[in-house]
């Protein structure tokens, strides 16, 4: 009995302490942040970009409130990008009961060494593509293509684009490069594509810059090579290429994702002459990248304008691919079941993470569609880029993923199977604007310029409409044309009027924003998209316009332009709502020179201090104080006119023309009583006329600072 007693005692305390602590846990569980770790070489250029796309995204999160007020901690684990530092990392994290996942790493073979201490916890990376990565391990996940689909993507583009039939084959001797060549070199056997030559270097070699240089002497020998696909990494491809390429080779050299990357271009800048001639050894060498932005959705755009906001710099695809990630990992925090106990909320994350396996319930990254095949993996297009001037631009031709949404591609694209992927053929077109003249009327301003576009093979380059043209706008006065391969360039000179609301309000010191703005009138942004040129005006071109540039308006200079491309949502007969590409330049002006201001404010001061003269004139003279008040008061009322006339709108100068009415009746309310007290030969108020010379210039004063800081707001 004595010991049922205790029995029930315990139970019952045991009870009291739950009943009391229970909030207290459950409040603490709710503060616990969740914790997310990211690992990489922190201290270099592919780390940062990791960091700062994953950062970028969880600061969003955080703005949207997310996760009930419970907040994200990011964890930074810095791998060095060596094997034996990531195999240390990922044993620690497996063992830290906080993390709940882990985003990284950087390399594949930082990420291979890795993987096995991984079992355990969910990773996702976005940047490493080893295909044995996620293979085998199914806590791995991959928000990138793999190496065999870009292989298969690469040879498919060499052979239905670029047109080759041959290849050479370059690649690196370690645990990841051989695998993208083998892959490569398998699939443009089965495109029917000829492999030539095949060359393989580093590995355990210590001669490393003599078999460069014996490939470079081999490959010299090949009458033709064909397209050369380097399955390089690092300095060894750079140094490969300034050992290739010099002037009057022609050589078509292509490059993996890494080849896209800041450190490829940045690598080439360091030999004196790449920087002496920009380009020497870059122009024309092609890389495909997991993401372009020129090239994406709006959200995309979106993503672009607030990495640029933030760090002043554009995003690489390692930014934007990692921002996916941290919104997978997000997605999959918030949707499982978090309940403290580390393994089972592990477990949940790893098992929602498997349920994307579809395109209906892919998450929408900035990157396209995101969902897993049954390794891990995702499956989409990548985009394809060359160099050109040390700049990586996106190629003229391109295969899109088909979006889930995308009833533009439905409707007007015939459908395409690419690497097994559902595509949309999408034209790239290179385009630029060039201003001659600008004549602003009120509403409307016309625009004397040069419009260029740069394509791919045949398009229909004049089929456009500008969202805000007066009149419709026909593409009629050809003034060049260029081809150079398959690349056509063409330029239009045009003088046309457009209409924007102006705001007047700073004037004369105000900044108007033009705009000229176009989409293509038939294809949808699945079939083309403009993209800013940022090369330049083409060379023929300038020549022509240092010949017949028109004098620019003597009212308005240009102080910036901006050229963008964005997107048009258009309804069409049958109600659905299509997406275009529509390009934009984006002008901004202000009055040119001294004359404007001094035409308007001259007068102004002029009558204000002819107004404040009135004081100064005896009170015995009442007629040449009435000739004063009503010679300003009428110049007053007609400037007026004469300005209101001139510009249409609201404006901050107004308020000059008010405060001389409010001067001059301040002045006829002080004159009248001085004038009656002098006729009745009483004594002058001599307080007021001081009065009204204190007020006067003090009104001024204060009405100028008013006008310097609105107009200076505006």
């Not at 046309?496 to 004369?508: H, L, Q, R």
């Not at 309310?669 to 009204?692: A, C, D, N, W």
Request: net charge positive; hydrophobic share 40%; proline share 4%.
């Amino acid at each position: 009995m004595k010991k049922l007693f205790t029995i029930l005692l315990s139970i019952m305390l045991i009870s009291g302490l739950v009943f009391f602590l229970y909030p207290q846990v459950s409040l603490k569980l709710k503060e616990e942040p969740y914790y997310i770790a990211v690992a990489g070489p922190m201290r270099e250029a592919g780390g940062e970009a990791m960091l700062r796309g994953v950062e970028l995204y969880l600061e969003k999160a955080g703005r949207e409130g997310r996760f009930a007020g419970r907040t994200i901690e990011l964890l930074q684990k810095d791998d060095k990008d060596q094997t034996r530092f990531a195999m240390k990392i990922a044993s620690k994290l497996l063992m830290n009961k906080r993390v709940l996942i882990v985003l990284g790493h950087y390399s594949s073979p930082a990420s291979l060494a890795a993987a096995e201490s991984y079992k355990g916890v969910p990773v996702i990376t976005a940047s490493a593509t080893a295909e044995g990565l996620t293979a085998f391990n199914d806590w791995y996940f991959r928000v990138v293509p793999n190496s065999r689909f870009m292989a298969d993507f690469i040879t498919t583009y060499l052979y239905n684009v670029m047109g080759k039939s041959s290849v050479s084959i370059i690649f690196d001797k370690d645990l990841y490069r051989p695998s993208l060549a083998e892959n490569f070199e398998e699939a443009a056997r089965d495109l029917g594509i000829e492999v030539k030559r095949k060359w393989g270097f580093g590995g355990e070699s210590r001669y490393l810059d003599n078999e460069l240089r014996k490939i470079v002497t081999e490959l010299r020998a090949v009458e033709d090579p064909g397209a050369i696909f380097f399955a390089t990494y690092a300095e060894s491809s750079v140094r490969l290429i300034t050992l290739l390429k010099y002037p009057g080779t022609n050589y078509t050299i292509i490059g993996p994702d890494s080849y896209s990357e800041e450190w490829f271009i940045d690598t080439l800048k360091e030999y004196p002459l790449e920087r002496a001639s920009p380009g020497y050894y870059s122009d024309g060498i092609y890389a495909v990248s997991p993401f372009i932005a020129d090239l994406a959705k709006k959200k995309a755009l979106d993503f672009r304008k607030e990495f640029i906001k933030k760090y002043n710099e554009e995003p690489s695809w390692v930014s934007a691919c990692y921002y996916d990630a941290a919104r997978v990992a997000v997605e999959a925090i918030e949707t499982s079941d978090i309940r403290g106990n580390i393994r089972n909320d592990r477990r949940a994350i790893r098992d929602y993470l498997k349920t994307l396996n579809n395109k209906e319930v892919a998450i929408q990254g900035i990157t396209g569609d995101i969902y897993f095949d049954e390794k891990g993996d995702v499956s989409r297009p990548l985009a394809m880029g060359f160099y050109k001037k040390q700049k990586f631009l996106p190629a003229f031709f391109q295969y899109q993923q088909r979006y889930t949404t995308d009833l533009e591609a439905e409707i007007y694209d015939p459908l395409k199977i690419v690497c097994g992927e559902s595509v949309t053929e999408t034209h790239v077109v290179h385009t630029g604007i060039d201003i001659n003249e600008i004549s602003i009327r009120h509403s409307e301003y016309t625009i004397d310029f040069y419009i260029w576009f740069r394509f791919h093979e045949n398009f229909d380059d004049t089929n456009i409409e500008f969202a805000n043209s007066v009149r419709p706008i026909r593409l009629e006065d050809l003034v060049m044309e260029e081809k150079t391969g398959d690349i056509t360039t063409r330029a239009y000179h045009l003088r046309a009027d457009f209409k924007s609301v102006f705001d007047f309000y700073a004037y004369p010191f105000d900044r108007q924003v033009l705009k000229i703005s176009f989409r293509h009138a038939g294809k949808p942004r699945s079939s083309v998209i403009y993209i800013p040129d940022v090369l330049g005006m083409p060379g023929s071109l300038k020549e022509r316009v240092k010949k017949i540039r028109t004098e620019a308006n003597v009212q308005w200079y240009i102080y910036d332009m901006s050229f963008y491309q964005d997107i048009s949502r258009v309804p069409d007969h049958r109600g659905y709502k299509t997406d275009y590409s529509q390009f934009n330049g984006t002008i901004r002006i202000k009055r040119k020179g001294v004359g404007v201001i001094f035409k308007f404010f001259f007068p102004i001061l002029v009558m204000l201090a002819i107004s404040y003269s009135i004081y100064f004139i005896p009170f015995d003279q009442p007629g040449i104080q009435v000739l004063i008040f009503l010679t300003v008061l009428i110049t007053s009322i007609i400037f007026h006119i004469l300005f209101f006339r001139t510009v249409v709108g609201d404006s901050a100068i107004k308020y000059a023309f008010f405060t001389i009415y409010a001067l001059l009746a301040m002045a006829g309310f002080i004159s009248i009583p001085v004038y009656h007290r002098s006729r009745q030969g009483k004594e002058k108020p001599k307080f007021l006329t001081r009065m009204g010379k204190i007020i006067h210039p003090c009104v001024v004063l204060i009405v100028g600072s008013l006008f310097i800081y609105i107009t200076n707001k505006g």
